[in-house]
Structures are given as C-alpha cells and as structure tokens.
C-alpha cells in the first residue's frame, strides 16, 4: 500500500469552547503532535499491520526533523519522503470540553509535492491512498496512474473541494464525513443514515463505492456490491481530531487483506472510536492488538 499525502505538526490547545468571531478566549498549554491527513492514515493503517510506504514533503526545518523521527518509529517504508526548502506544514487546532475539534492547516512544503515528485514505479501500486491536503494535479495524476496499472485507489476528499472529472472516474472507494458531502454536492449535510445513502448513490459511479461517515451517528456505504449502514460504537470522547484518519486508515487496511464492505466497515468504525479515547492524533491511533480487545475479532 502507498500513502500519498501531508505531513504537519498538530499545534493543539484544550478550551473551554471554540471563540467567537472577534473573541479571545483562554486555553490550556499547547501541545504538538505528529499528524497531518496522509501521514495519520498511513500510520493508522501501518498500526494495523499493513504494509505502507510514506510519499510526502517535509521542510528543513525543526518540525520537519521532529515529524521525520516520529515517521520513522513506524513500520512505514520513508524512501519517497522529499525535504524542501519550505516550512514544513502545520495545522492548528482548539478541542473544546466535549471533545469537539476545529482546525486550520497550513500546508506549508505540502504544497511541494508536484506530481514530478511522485515515485517512478507508481503504476506498480496495489492499493493508494489519497486526500486533499496536498496539490490536487498531484493527487488525480497519481490516481489515473495507478488506476492505470490495475491498483485500487482509495480518496478520502478532504478537506472537500469540487472534484474533477478525471479523479473521479480514476477512483474506486470515495470516503467523506456527512459535512464534505454536503459540499461537495451543494446540499445540506446529512443528518440520518437514509439521507447518507442517498447520497452516496448520488456520489458513486458505475464501478465505485462511497463510504460517508456520520460521527456519532455511524456511517453508511453505497456500491457495486450493494449497501449498507453500521452504527458507531458508544465510547467516552476525549479528542476527535484524528478519528476520520483512523477510520480510513483502517478501512483500507481491512479491504487490502480481502474483508468485505461490511466487515472493513465495522472494523474502520471501530478503530476511529477508539481513537476518540485518547488525546492527540497520531499517539492516539491504535495497533492491532488494541483493535482486538476493544472490537472482540
């Protein structure tokens, strides 16, 4: 499997709630964190047991040194990671009392990874990974490319944009959360599973699946294979900022190792559940045998 995608250091601070426009308010100390979409879902699914590689840009600077080591306390493959001169990217992030997030990235040497930059031997992927958080010509070439060469490509569109038409058709599992749907189809979010399904069908083309997830309420898939829902699973949350992360990570993992929709649902609803136990976002991110005492497989 081939992660494609950012790397930033989470800059964290605990509130009471979020300010309002104009407002200041106090918080805890910060904290920084390894995170950044690509780099959480490769991790997520590393934890898990599936073999990754890591393609992503990192600056020469002291957060692009501390990601670098944090990467490399992983079982990730590093031999596609590129350093730049740019300030590494960064995402900066308030979590409120109920564990609630909000986030601004800056994408920083994200920004840098062109599709020049991308591996020779992509076609030979068997599964990739992809979001939005680095430049989106990068992530339609590296999926047509892969799509190309028989692999299966995997996008978890976020943050949401309009989609061109290219990656859309280059991708087979499209995986969004219920507020990047409505985005993305100009819609109002969905608030139920059967609003969810709805557009999912809406999303899905002949040969895709969508996975929409719905936070609290579960998530629903929609397919070729058919469609279903899961419910979440009930849990004290502590910090949601990486659950999507550890959702898709996990869900791809589950796919890559041949499980069915359902089971590869059931399984990613468990890990980003999990996840919300726990503070941060990649120290958060579960390994296999946490997954396994906590979903009972």
Known sequence: MRVIGSINMDVVVEV?????????????DYRLHPGGKGANQAVAAARLGAPVDMIGCLGQDAYGKALHEALQREALGLDHLHHVDTPSGAAFITVERNGQNRIVVAPGANAQL???????????TDWLLLQLEVPLETVATAARR???GGGRVVLNAAPARTLPDTLVEAVDYLVINETEAGVVLAVDPPTHAEDALQLANRLRTKHSTVVITLGAKGSVWSGPAGQGAVDALPVDVVDTTACGDAYVGALVWALSTGQPMWRAVELASANGAL???RAGAQPALPTIQELRCFASF
């Open 16 to 28: 009471e709630r979020a300010p309002g426009t104009g407002e200041t308010v106090l918080g805890s």
């Open 275 to 277: 996840t919300a136990t």
């Open 114 to 124: 062109t599709a020049e930059r991308l591996p020779s031997d992509l076609e030979r």
């Open 146 to 148: 892969v799509r190309s």
